[in-house]
Each structure stands twice: as structure tokens, then as C-alpha cells.
């Protein structure tokens, strides 16, 4: 028996299917991801001694985070997108060998970038910390620290993820997302738990602990992505032989041109990290100088902005995220084939799906915002407005981050480039303004104007070069808003009724409510899109079945 009949081989799919299916795949991983990313905040946030200690506790586990996310995405972020976008391309050619040798360089140049980034985080750590909003600038440190472990094994992982995710399969990409994030929380809550509760340990410790327990998720990642490579069928099982043989690439030739292809990635990956880095560095000082905050509560409002409201609009960026991913490997694939009427069609698809499922989501956040983060965080004025603000900012930074993938698929890499530091630049002007203006919202404020200027400036790029059509994508997504806005009135309106019977200072009457909000959201915005037959034309036989059985024809 041919050994190649146990593997995996999937089914060719037409370019909507492969952008709807990827889609799908890698929205569910990240935000299953996210939601216990996000879930598992509630007993952390309790173990750790509540508001107050827990707000410093977030605070600190933020400022560990925000530097270690750059310096991930330095060592990463451009190498999934950079090495998917090759392998497609090779593979649409038939050059199997090429593929082969672009994801064995690829481990080495990310073995190198690895241990270089683990070693530069530990060394700036000090530097970092006294540039940050803490109250204590060496427990900053411990807590960058203890993330370096984790820059060591994750580039192995990115690399094995973009060759998956070349040969246009998302799901164990996904899977493996989820994986990582349970065996994560397993580890973060245990260590917590013992710290705090049993041991009555250090506020700072129990941080650390959860801050390296990054690094036992993305064990348990590579060895699941490691199992599945040797189950699908990849470039790996075609003989030599087999492949076409017309492009010779020499491994020094490879490594440049996957760093050349990762670099673009990288920095528009980045992009959205540097906007926090531009907070974290700026925002102590501003506040220092032109306001009466105490140190404590500089920390404080900086944790409930960055780190509390930013990991609740994590779940509605995470399908930004995902699309940015999934159209990667599809555009590649069109643009080798020099089918450009394709690619703007499936970059105006891209574009209205992800609005399809942002806009509903941040209305919903916005209308919800309070007995959501009294669930995780306890009842706070601050907190909720803040995190209705995130919610319209997590529109832009979902858009930005597809928009930017979309740009590289299709060569349109210094054009993208060119985007994000015009609003880089919009983002640092405006900060200082709105910071003294508004204290703590001028952060989402400058954020959102920033990428309000590299999306528009993407979207120009784009519509230079493809010309796909504005007007038709305008109106999909004007469509798209009006729903939103529909389905906010009337998820309002149940939320006002609602009060005279529960009270949003509770946790469980606010679960209560969100359980209920949430459902009226959901029915309302499904009627409407299945109704208007606007699912079908996004979704396709899905949503059109959806409809049939409800006799919603």
C-alpha cells in the first residue's frame, strides 16, 4: 500500500471557499483562543487580591507583554505570512523543492532570531522598566524576564504554522492555537492559585509565573503542529522527481529572499505593538507633567486601559487577525497565477467579511460594555467607557491588520510600509494632545486616528492598483453599519429594560444580563443579514441553507 493513502489530502475548493473556509478556521482558533484568554481573567483577576491589587497585577502583566509582543514580532511575525505567501507560490508553480528548502531555512534563520531576541529582551529589560508606568521599576523587570523563555521556542513554531498554512490548510493552525492557550491557562491559573491563595505569595511573583506560562503553551503547540506535519500531505511527499525543476534557488539565496519576504510582514505586524509602545513610553510622563495623578494611579488607569479593556477587544480583533492570515496564501496563490481580476474581487470579499462580523461585535461590546467588564474586572465607570472606546478602536486595528497582509500577498509591500508610518506619525503628534486633553482615552483616541490614516492610505493603495470597486464595497458596508446600528438600538433598549430588574453593579446579574443582551444582538443581526439575502452574497450556501430552514426565503 502506498504510504501517501494515510495522509491527509484535501479537496480542491473554489477561491471563495478557500478564503470563507480559511476564514472560519482560523477566526474559531483565535478567538476560542481569546475568549479563554480573556475567560480565565475572572479568577485570576479574584486570586489575586481583586481591584487594586489585581488592576497592578494586569498593569505589571501588561508591561511585560507589550515589549515581549515587539520583540516576538521582530523574531515571528513576518515569518508565517513570508514563508505561507512562498509556499504557495512555489506549490501554484510545482516546485515542490523549493517549498521543501524554504521551511528548512526557515527553522534556521528562526533558530537565530530566536535566541537573538530572547537575549537583546533580557538585557533591555532594566532600560524598558524604568520607561514604563510602574510603581516599581524592578518588578517590571522580573516580569519581562520571565517571557524570554518563550522566544526561544516560538519561532520554531511560526515557522512549522506558515508552512501549514502555505499549502492553504488552516485548521491545525488553529487548533494548535487553542491547544497553546489552554495548556497556558492550566499552568498560569495553578501557579496563581498556589501563590496567592495557598502561599499567600507576592503580587509580583504570581505575575511572573503567568507571564512564563507563554512559554509551556508553545511547547505543547509545537508538538501538536510537529504530529500533524508528518500526517498531511505537503510538498514533502513529492519525490524530487516530481517537482517541475525550472526555478534553482541556492540555500543563501532562499534565506535572503525569506528575510526579504518577512521583513515588510514584520514591520506591519509590529505596527500595532509600537502604537503601546508609544503609550507605555509616553503616557507616565504626560500624566506626571500635567496632571495630579499619584504613581499609583498613573499604573492603575494605564492597566485598566492597556491591559483590561485591550484583552476584552481581543476577541473582536482576533477575526481581523484571522482573515489577515487567511488571505495570505489565496492572494499569493492568484497573483503567481497573474489572475489580477480575482484578486481584487477576493480583496473586496476580505474587506466585507471582516466588516460583516467587526461592526456587529463593536456596536455589541459598546452597548454591553458595562456588565462585561464588571464579569471580569468588578464594576467601574472608568472601565466601562474605556471599553467603549476600545470597542471602535478594535474596527481599525481588525481592518488595519488585514489590509496590511492583503497589501504584501500582492506585492504592495512598500506602499504598506509608507501607510503605517504616515499614521505612526499621526498616532505620536496626536498623543501628546489627547493625553493632556482626555488623560487616559487620549491613548485609544490617537490610536484610532493613527490607523485611520494607514487604512485609508492602504485602501487608495489598493484601489490604484487592482481598481476594484468602491462604490460597491461603500455600500455593502454602509448596509453592514446600518444592521449594526439596528441590532444596537434594540440590544439598548432590552439592556434599559433589563436595569429595572438587575443591577449592573453585580456579577452575576450582570452575567445575566450579557447571556440575555447577547442573544438579542445575535437574533436581531441574523435576521436582518439572513432576511436581506446579505449573508448569501458573503457567506454563501451556508447562510442560504440558514435561511431555507427558517423559511426565510
Known amino acids: 500500500m502506498d504510504s501517501d493513502t494515510t495522509k491527509i489530502v484535501p479537496k480542491e475548493q473554489s477561491h471563495d471557499q478557500k478564503m470563507v473556509s480559511g476564514t472560519a478556521w482560523m477566526t474559531a482558533g483565535s478567538m476560542i483562543s481569546r475568549i479563554l484568554g480573556a475567560l480565565y481573567i475572572i479568577p485570576w483577576f479574584a486570586w489575586m487580591g481583586g481591584q487594586g491589587p489585581g488592576d497592578a497585577a494586569n498593569a505589571l502583566y501588561q508591561m511585560g507583554y507589550t515589549p515581549y509582543g515587539f520583540f516576538l514580532a521582530l523574531a515571528t511575525a513576518g515569518v508565517p505570512s513570508a514563508i505561507s505567501k512562498q509556499v504557495s507560490y512555489y506549490n501554484a508553480l510545482g516546485e515542490y523543492e523549493v517549498s521543501k528548502s524554504i521551511f528548512k531555512q526557515g527553522l534556521k534563520i528562526m533558530g537565530f532570531t530566536g535566541v537573538l531576541s530572547a537575549l537583546v529582551m533580557f538585557i533591555i529589560a532594566p532600560m524598558l522598566a524604568e520607561a514604563s508606568p510602574s510603581a516599581n521599576a524592578s518588578e517590571a523587570v522580573l516580569v519581562m524576564r520571565s517571557l524570554t523563555p518563550a522566544l526561544l521556542i516560538i519561532p520554531s513554531q511560526s515557522v512549522t504554522r506558515g508552512f501549514i498554512q502555505g499549502h492553504n490548510q488552516m485548521a491545525p493552525s488553529a487548533i494548535s492555537q487553542i491547544l497553546e492557550q489552554i495548556s497556558r491557562i492550566i499552568f498560569l491559573l495553578t501557579t496563581v492559585y498556589l501563590i496567592r491563595q495557598v502561599y499567600a505569595g507576592e503580587v509580583v511573583t504570581a505575575v511572573a509565573f503567568s507571564t512564563f506560562a507563554a512559554f509551556i503553551g508553545a511547547v505543547f503547540s509545537l508538538a501538536y503542529l510537529g504530529y500533524t506535519l508528518k500526517r498531511m500531505k505537503t510538498a514533502f511527499n513529492y519525490e524530487p522527481e516530481e517537482s517541475k525543476g525550472e526555478v534553482t534557488i541556492s540555500p543563501n539565496q532562499l534565506i535572503k529572499s525569506i528575510i526579504k519576504t518577512s521583513i515588510p510582514f514584520i514591520i506591519i505586524a509590529t505596527g500595532i505593538i509600537v502604537f503601546q509602545i508609544v503609550d507605555q513610553l509616553t503616557y507616565g510622563p504626560i500624566m506626571q507633567r500635567f496632571s495630579d495623578m499619584s504613581g499609583d494611579m498613573i499604573q492603575q488607569t494605564y492597566g485598566i486601559t492597556q491591559a483590561n479593556a485591550h484583552k476584552l477587544i481581543m476577541v473582536l ?71 467603549q472606546v476600545s470597542a471602535i478602536l478594535s474596527i481599525f486595528v481588525a481592518l488595519y491588520a488585514v489590509l496590511g497582509n492583503m497589501l504584501q500577498a ?109 442573544g438579542i444582538g445575535m437574533l436581531i443581526y441574523g435576521y436582518l443579514v439572513l432576511k436581506s439575502r446579505l449573508a448569501d452574497r458573503l457567506v454563501g450556501n451556508q447562510a442560504a441553507r440558514v435561511r431555507r430552514k427558517l423559511r426565510m426565503n
Open 410 to 518: 500582492a506585492d504592495l509591500t512598500r506602499p504598506a510600509i509608507k501607510a503605517l508610518l504616515y499614521g505612526l506619525i499621526t498616532k505620536v503628534v496626536t498623543q501628546v494632545i489627547f493625553v493632556i486633553w482626555v488623560g487616559p482615552y487620549g491613548m485609544l483616541l490617537s490610536a484610532i486616528a493613527g490607523f485611520t490614516v494607514s487604512c485609508g492610505l492602504m485602501m487608495k493603495i489598493f484601489h490604484d492598483h487592482t481598481h476594484y470597486s468602491a462604490s460597491r464595497l461603500f455600500r455593502r458596508s454602509l448596509l453592514i453599519m446600518i444592521f449594526s446600528l439596528i441590532m444596537g438600538a434594540g440590544t439598548l433598549l432590552a439592556k434599559w429594560g433589563l436595569s429595572f430588574v438587575l443591577t449592573y453593579e453585580r456579577t452575576m446579574h450582570s452575567l445575566i444580563s450579557l447571556i440575555i443582551l447577547s
Open 317 to 387: 480583533t482576533s477575526f481581523g487577525t484571522a482573515l489577515a492570515i487567511a488571505s495570505v496564501p489565496l492572494i499569493s496563490d492568484l497573483v503567481a497565477k497573474d489572475n489580477m481580476n480575482e484578486v481584487k474581487r477576493q480583496f473586496s470579499k476580505g474587506i466585507q467579511l471582516l466588516n460583516f462580523a467587526i461592526f456587529p461585535a463593536a456596536v455589541g461590546m459598546i452597548v454591553v460594555s458595562e456588565p462585561l467588564y464588571t464579569i471580569f474586572y468588578g464594576h467601574n465607570d472608568l472601565g466601562t467607557r474605556i471599553t
